[in-house]
């Protein structure tokens, strides 16, 4: 069925490492997608986002990538430091003619000093 | 600016009583959302309010009330708290087709 998802549940890096973190999704008319970051006892903080008429997307120190072909979306964060520890949401938006966001499961990230 | 806020931040009840949880938010958003969020589990919607005066079941309604009581303020209710609904309970507000803006939480337990 329609879904969005995360390749991997947990992830974790050494400091100053890049990190990757991807997401799936299946349905081709989804045209905005967010990615948030949720530390713990917090709510969903955004971090950036992508319309589908985009390939990429920059912020401070976040890219997002979306790639309609293969419907992947990823999140690289350049210099990962111990504060980018969290669980990383993305988020699909699809227009049914009612509500529109579908969130991922969430992937863990651990940055390693 | 506060953002999204929500009251408690954490409570517990036992099986059968009834709480109110409060949202409000200071953006001059439309659109208002209650989510919940299980271990494991992506953020699952409640309920949602689109504008004010209108209110929507979303993905997951059954045991839970909304008032969207103005532009700003948007409560979930439950009226008969079951073990089943111990949960994290997220607010959200947003304009339609941009991101949410979430609350910290409240986090519910039922016994």
């Known amino acids: 069925g329609e879904s969005v998802g995360l390749h991997l549940p947990t992830l974790s890096v050494q400091e100053g490492d890049n990190s990757i973190i991807n997401c799936a999704y299946s349905n081709s008319a989804s045209d905005y997608f967010i990615w948030y970051k949720q530390e713990s006892g917090k709510g969903p903080q955004f971090i950036i986002d992508?319309?589908?008429?985009?390939d990429k997307r920059q912020g401070q120190r976040v890219t997002v990538l979306l790639n309609k072909t293969v419907k992947h979306l990823s999140l690289q964060i350049a210099a990962t430091q111990p504060g980018d520890s969290a669980v990383y949401f993305c988020a699909e938006n699809r227009d049914t003619g009612g509500f529109k966001t579908i969130f991922g499961a969430g992937t863990r990230l651990f940055v390693k000093a | 600016n506060a953002g999204v806020t929500q009251t408690p931040k954490f409570q517990v009840l036992k099986t059968g009583q009834s709480m109110t949880l409060q949202c409000a938010q200071d953006m001059n958003h439309n659109s208002m959302y209650w989510y919940r969020q299980d271990p494991g589990m992506g953020l699952r919607l409640i309920y949602y309010?689109?504008?004010?005066?209108?209110?929507d079941k979303g993905e997951v309604p059954n045991g839970y009330n909304v008032s969207r009581l103005n532009k700003r303020e948007f409560s979930l209710r439950l009226e008969s708290a079951a073990p089943s609904q111990t949960s994290v309970y997220f607010c959200?507000?947003?304009?339609?087709?941009?991101?949410?803006?979430f609350g910290d939480g409240t986090r519910l337990s039922i016994l």
């Open positions: 959200a507000s947003s304009e339609a087709g941009r991101a949410q803006h």
């Open positions: 992508i319309r589908s008429n985009m």
């Open positions: 309010s689109a504008s004010e005066g209108t209110t």
